[in-house]
């Protein structure tokens, strides 16, 4: 008899239908009931292990139920049912980045503290009426390369050789499984909407920082095995469910999935997604009555040779060009990376790329490889054009150069594990600013946290324009301070939308961090 090994999880909603996400024991034909509304699909097998996507039609608010061969598998016992509500506009969004999977009790909460997601799922079985419209979830939903005791014990039984690490497809999937199974994040998972996007650690740490990392790893015995079961189970456990019902229908890997391709099929893809980044795009878009939310896609699109660096390759890049407009009461863009730093490490990063470019020679140049990769110097600031070229666009969205200025411009990442908030010095039209949460459960200790505010905070802000002047680089397009925060302990953040205006709630398991409402400025009288 099948089983339901994990899911639900509620993934694209829309005013019609959702899909619904599953992966089961043995192959079998998936049954999802929603009100008078029934769909099926039969489950495609990729490395022994079996999946299903089923989109099922919604009139309004409905609770669902989920069968496996004509047996009942969700509502799971001792779980609240989980209703779908169609989602035509975005209200509340709830985001964050950063989460490890170790157990919930001593003295792991000691070490990692409480799971804020977790603390989440339980606080809506309690009140269902605070529930979101949507889940972001911006990087490092798993780490594949800082593992729990249950998935070194998981490894241990499987291999005597290799890393400490995820190396196949079965080892992503065991980490996959950890990382949702608990029963208030399966719930919340298979009960709010979400929309995901990878970070390094579901790859690797510093992933694709630089050519000669690229160069690095490709000499290392069973890398090629880990990225492609790293972009491989990417794409099954978290981008197929980001992609409407039509995109996903034009999907030839899927398809080929479906028809039984199985492991070659995605395998294959997954090569060619590392070997050719511009032969995929992982970056979405959805509009949702007044707002329009991009996310970006900051790791597996970069073009990385020196001296024509960019954080996204030109296919990438047009794509986001054409969709960052105007004519929406709010513009969000999700980007694991923080596009504003703290200005003093930014512009550390510009110099540093400058330096690893060769404007002080060879010499300096390798020196400042090992300084980019040892320091992580690889967010925004150290792909300076393409920094440049966003400002420029956000810039103009805001000023009404693209249609109609949003009220808000509001730039959403994670990554750095400390959260805050950084605000555009301009005046008039739509404001813009850095709404940075990290992490949801992965915290610095207290020597890396007094660390981090001298490097970003203090060392940097002294040093950053000075060596940025030393590197004849530009001042950037764009000003900005650090106006909130920052704050340390694992949290998550609420973003409220309402016209002309937007409210941004930062929250850890007991209670809010710190909450602030956005509205426009007026422009600037004449004089």
């Known amino acids: 008899m099948p089983e339901l090994v994990l899911g639900p999880l509620l993934r694209h909603v829309d005013a019609a239908a959702a899909t619904v996400w599953v992966e089961t024991s043995e192959p079998c ?15 495609f097998t990729v490395h022994g292990h079996h999946y299903a996507l089923v989109d099922v039609g919604i009139e309004g608010p409905v609770a669902y139920e989920v069968e496996l061969d004509d047996t009942r598998v969700w509502p799971a016992d001792g779980l609240p049912p989980s209703v779908i509500r169609p989602l035509t506009r975005l209200d509340r969004m709830i985001f964050g980045s950063c989460r490890t999977s170790v157990p919930h009790e001593e003295p792991y909460v000691r070490t990692h503290g409480p799971d804020v997601l977790r603390a989440y799922g339980l606080r809506l079985m309690e009140s269902p009426d605070e529930r979101p419209d949507l889940i972001l979830l911006l990087g490092d939903q798993v780490y594949a390369d800082e593992l729990t005791p249950d998935m070194k014990e998981f490894i241990a039984g499987r291999r005597d050789e290799g890393p400490e690490e995820v190396v196949d497809f079965e080892e992503y999937a065991e980490l996959y499984r950890q990382a949702w199974s608990d029963p208030p994040v399966r719930w919340l998972l298979a009960t709010v909407p ?7 650690h579901d790859v690797r740490d510093d992933w694709n920082t630089s050519n000669v990392w690229r160069e690095q790893m490709a000499e290392v015995p069973w890398w090629d095995r880990r990225i492609v079961s790293a972009l491989g189970s990417y794409y099954i456990y978290q981008h197929l469910g980001n992609l409407p019902p039509d995109e996903r229908a034009a999907d030839p890997v899927l398809a080929a999935l479906r028809a039984g391709g199985g492991d070659e099929a995605l395998d294959t893809f997954a090569r060619r997604a590392d070997r050719e980044p511009d032969s995929v795009r992982w970056s979405y878009h959805r509009d949702l009555g007044g707002a329009r939310l991009i996310v970006l896609d900051s790791r597996s699109a970069r073009v990385l040779e020196p001296g024509r660096r960019r954080m996204l390759d030109p296919g990438e890049w047009d794509w986001f060009d054409k969709h960052a407009t105007g004519d929406f009461d709010h513009l969000l863009i999700g980007s694991s990376l923080p596009i504003l730093l703290p200005s003093g490490i930014h512009h550390v990063e510009s110099w540093n790329e400058a330096v690893c470019d060769g404007i002080w020679g060879r010499r300096a140049a390798r020196w400042g490889e090992r300084v980019r990769q040892f320091l992580d110097l690889e967010h925004w600031g150290a792909f300076r054009r393409s920094f440049e070229e966003l400002a420029h666009v956000v810039l103009e969205v805001a000023s009404g150069s693209r249609g109609r200025p949003p009220a808000t411009v509001l730039l959403l990442s994670g990554d750095v594990h400390y959260s805050y908030m950084a605000s555009v010095r301009r005046r008039g039209g739509g404001r813009v600013h850095q709404i940075v949460c990290s992490p949801i459960r992965n915290p610095l200790s207290r020597t890396l946290r007094f660390a981090n505010i001298v490097a970003s905070f203090g060392l940097a802000g002294v040093l950053g324009g000075v060596l940025a002047r030393t590197g004849g680089l530009p001042r950037p397009p764009l000003r900005w301070r650090i106006s909130k925060g920052p704050w340390f302990p694992n949290m998550m953040t609420a973003i409220d939308l309402a016209p002309g205006e937007a409210a ?24």
């Open 29 to 43: 034909t998936v049954r999802v009931r929603a009100g008078d509304a029934c769909s099926e699909e039969h489950t």
């Open 504 to 527: 941004v709630t930062w929250f850890t398991d007991t209670g809010d961090q710190d909450a602030v409402r956005i509205r426009p400025e007026p422009p600037a009288a004449p004089r």
């Open 194 to 200: 979400s929309l995901m996007i990878f970070d390094d």
